[in-house]
């Protein structure tokens, strides 16, 4: 009995110690409200509360996203762009004095057949003159800072910067009408099939020796087709999305759309300078495909046979050369 | 120099926002923007508290590291201005900011949001001291005046203490002893990556 009164005197004597102590702990830590919001930030959540302002997104006190945002821009995009950009400068130099420039097998015939037509030559113009715009304003937002201001100074750098970014905003339109277009025009030859498979087996053109059997387009201009049609879908949706500010989402949603926005098009202006090296520097006769159309007929045996032998059951192609005359004219 | 800062004892906010008027009326702030709020937290409920938000010119300030025409500085008083001459009003520092300091003039779609606008600290910009030009570009220059700025001068409670960073929290700590509670300088975590110790 008297250990028992004497352990309830202990508790009492302790648990009233305690009091005081607890209170005091209140003081000397922060309360809890701080150390929720403390939480809630190392959480990385949004603390957002109630405001009487009419501008309701100010309601949002602080929201921590925005460092990892900054973590993107400022180190994940910087090397991912750069390498992508400056690796594929790097490759296609490698591959230009390993391969050289690839020729025409048998030299040109003289007579030539029509690859793209007028159409289709002005939509991919558009599109390329677009992105050849938008891809060096894209690029002066996150390295211009880096290279151009301190060459050009801050005013000057301030009023191309200025200019790159309305160009970028009103060029976003017709480079996807020109998307859509592409993917209607084109889509039907782009739709991957067996010769396609054999083709990548054989190396295809460029790093194989000798030509497999291609259609219309090879395996690997398919792979340009669609990563232009869907990664362009990408980088026109999360664009439309940072160009109309909180009409479809909101900050945490425009950085994510920045995020995938610009990591997607610094992939796609890689992929874009192998295609730009390969239809000019790179290859012997294909350049004319986008510049007048016609293509030689040599050329066109060699890259797509498939296609050069469709065509001429058609009875089309194979247009003669201007300075040929009829039989018995001259 | 003095390292200025912001400190917002949400334990005295009554939520006047009289700091909104006053900044919006010493700086001739345009319409649509409020370079000061006050958020109320768990409102309604237990725990209820509001914050007076503002710039908090960070140490290491996120909008300065983002920037891509790098408009901003930092003055030797540690404040954190941009010059708007500069500014091309990409929205990249509202994307980082983590208090949604940056404010457009405009909505503006197709890229037309208009210069950053954003807290000074009453400290003006970049153009030449109390100029008329400096004025309607950013508004007063109270630290060129010697003044604190007007949000935390006029503040009824003293809830928002405006100054050197050491006068404040020491300010803060006292009050906290005092009264024996404290629920923190809000923001000092995030904008200064410290907190007062009491």
């Known amino acids: ?330 | 120099m003095a390292r200025m800062k912001f400190l917002l004892d949400s334990d005295r906010c009554i939520e006047c926002n009289a700091c909104v008027t006053a900044c919006k009326n010493e700086n001739e702030v345009p319409w649509g923007i409020n370079r000061r709020r006050v958020v109320t937290l768990n409102d309604g409920k237990a725990g209820e508290r509001s914050v007076s938000m503002a710039c908090m010119h960070c140490t290491d300030a996120p909008c300065a590291a983002v920037c891509p025409v790098s408009c901003f500085y930092t003055t030797a008083d540690a404040v954190v201005l941009h010059d708007k001459d500069l500014c091309i009003g990409c929205g990249y520092c509202f994307y980082a900011c983590p208090f949604a300091a940056p404010q457009y003039p405009r909505l503006g779609n197709f890229g037309s949001r208009g210069k950053m606008d954003k807290c000074t600290f009453c400290a003006g910009g970049p153009q030449e001291d109390l100029s008329e030009a400096e004025y309607i570009q950013y508004g007063a220059n109270r630290l060129a005046e010697g003044k604190l700025p007007l949000c935390a001068e006029m503040c009824s409670t003293k809830a928002l203490l405006a100054g050197d960073g050491e006068v404040i929290a020491q300010i803060y700590r006292e009050r906290v002893q005092k009264r024996g509670y404290g629920s923190g300088a809000w923001g000092w975590l995030t904008a200064y990556r410290e907190s007062v110790a009491i």
């Open chain 1, 1 to 330: 009995m008297m250990i028992r009164i004497l352990a309830l005197l202990a508790i009492l004597v302790l648990g009233l110690g305690a009091v005081p102590a607890m209170a005091q702990g209140t003081t000397a830590s922060p309360s809890l409200a701080d150390e929720r919001a403390v939480q809630a930030l190392l959480r990385g959540e949004t603390v957002h509360g109630r405001i009487t302002i009419p501008d309701q997104r100010a309601a949002n006190l602080i929201q921590p996203e925005g460092r990892k945002w900054r973590e993107f821009h400022n180190v994940t995009l910087a090397w991912v762009g750069g390498i992508a950009v400056l690796g594929m400068l790097a490759l296609l130099s490698v591959f230009f004095l390993v391969r050289g420039r690839i020729p025409i097998e048998g030299g040109r015939s003289g007579r030539t057949i029509l690859r793209f037509n007028a159409f289709e030559r002005a939509n991919h113009w558009m599109v390329a003159s677009c992105f050849i715009v938008l891809a060096l304003s894209g690029l002066n937002l996150t390295f211009g800072r880096h290279v151009l201001l301190p060459l050009m100074g801050p005013e000057a750098f301030t009023e191309v910067s200025h200019w790159g970014k309305y160009a970028h905003n009103f060029l976003a339109f017709p480079f996807t009408l020109g998307l859509v277009l592409m993917l209607l025009i084109w889509v039907k030859d782009n739709i991957p099939n067996g010769t396609d498979i054999r083709w990548l087996k054989a190396g295809g053109g460029l790093v194989g020796h000798g030509e497999p059997d291609s259609g219309r387009f090879n395996a690997g201009q398919k792979g340009i087709f669609w990563i232009t049609v869907l990664g362009g879908a990408a980088v026109a949706v999360t664009g439309y999305m940072l160009i109309f500010p909180f009409v479809f989402t909101d900050v945490t949603g425009m950085q994510l759309s920045h995020m995938i926005h610009s990591i997607t098009a610094v992939l796609l202006i890689a992929v874009m300078l192998a295609h730009i090296y390969i239809g000019t520097l790179g290859m012997d006769g294909a350049v004319e495909a986008m510049t007048t159309g016609q293509v030689d007929l040599n050329w066109a045996k060699q890259h797509h046979n498939l296609w050069v032998a469709e065509e001429l059951a058609k009875g089309r192609a194979a247009t003669p050369p201007d300075t040929a005359k009829a039989a018995g004219a001259d």
